[in-house]
């Protein structure tokens, strides 16, 4: 069975920074461009950002450039989200998902809330 | 930017019916590269269709894709209690990759 399985989430202030993780199993993670996807509250999916299979290839959208980095170890089977300088604007839950154009399996997601 | 459209936003229905969202892009979605999505609350998004019209590994015949260019539909012949969720498209024919706000399906 393939799993996705996020961990990291939390409360922060604003300015803070965390780190999420995501341990992969059930299919070859070195093989595949891996994905995170957030959704704020009462809002729809946004793609965050993407790594390709050896880490030398990222993409962000314009709101995290600079904030935020994607990474990967592919011995340990695991994706990162380091997420520096947070908005209230970046609370969501966070999915970590496989695949660069249609995403899927998606992992249950990690709650971030950035608040004082 | 490909901005996409969702509509109607809420669909209210009952089980055995027929359900038809649509999926509308500012721009032409290159090679058909559209994707739908369920989420139920609470739980993984998951893929329904990709390129459009091709299903996804296990999702039932129940559920199809169509449309190219700017224009797409998904489409739930007979609803299922468990089909009740809300539903997303999801353009990657261009970067940064977009979503639609959703459609969500209730029960009427």
């Known amino acids: 069975d393939v799993q996705l399985v996020e961990a990291g989430g939390g409360l922060v202030q604003p300015g803070g920074s965390l780190r999420l993780s995501c341990a992969v199993s059930g299919f070859t993670f070195n093989m595949n461009w891996m994905s995170w996807v957030r959704q704020a509250p009462g809002k729809g999916l946004e793609w965050v950002a993407n790594?390709?299979?050896?880490?030398?290839?990222?993409n962000y959208v314009d709101s995290v450039k600079g904030r935020f980095a994607v990474s990967r170890d592919n011995a340990r089977n695991s994706l990162y989200l380091q997420m520096n300088s947070l908005r209230a604007e970046d609370t969501a839950v966070y999915y970590c998902v496989k695949g660069i154009g249609y995403l899927g399996p998606w992992g249950q997601g990690t709650q971030v809330t950035v608040s004082s | 930017e490909i901005v996409l459209t969702q509509s109607p936003g809420t669909l209210s229905l009952s089980p055995g019916e027929r359900a038809t969202l649509s999926c509308r892009a500012s721009?032409?979605?290159?090679?058909?590269?559209l994707a739908w999505y369920q989420h139920q609350g609470g739980q993984a998004p998951r893929l329904l269709i990709y390129d459009a019209s091709r299903r996804a590994t296990g999702i039932p015949d129940r559920f199809s894709g169509s449309g190219s260019g700017t224009d797409f539909t998904l489409t739930i012949t007979r609803l299922e209690p468990e089909d009740f969720a809300v539903y997303y498209c999801q353009q990657y024919g261009s970067s940064p990759l977009t979503f639609g706000p959703g459609t969500k399906v209730d029960i009427k």
């Open positions: 721009q032409t979605v290159s090679s058909s590269y």
């Open positions: 790594i390709n299979e050896d880490g030398s290839e990222k």
